[in-house]
Each structure stands twice: as C-alpha cells, then as structure tokens.
C-alpha cells in the first residue's frame, strides 16, 4: 500500500489515499487519473467506518 502513498505525494492526502484504497469514484480522483493507481480499489469490501476513514 506504500505505492498508493507514492502515486498521490504532492497532489492529495489522508482522505483522498483511502478513496483509491476503497475505489472511490470521486470527481476529483478521476480527473487526476488516480484511478490508474495499482492499489485502486484493494480495500474495496470494507467501509469507511472499518478504519480506512
């Protein structure tokens, strides 16, 4: 999960790092093209209230 932190240094934060983890499909991520991430998505079965909030 380390590669997902290195993807985003300097374009986002906490937040937006557990939106790729989770597959979020937010406006924000896509038009930076964070969805191409490797790690997009992992997390998908759990939710935010699991502790990747």
Known sequence: ML?????I????????????LKGSRDKKLLALGLDN????????????GDGIS
């Open 37 to 48: 991430n490797p790690a997009y998505g992992y997390f998908r079965s759990l939710t935010f």
């Open 9 to 20: 240094a300097g374009q986002a934060g906490r937040s937006m790092l557990a939106k790729i």
């Open 3 to 7: 590669l997902a932190g290195d993807w």
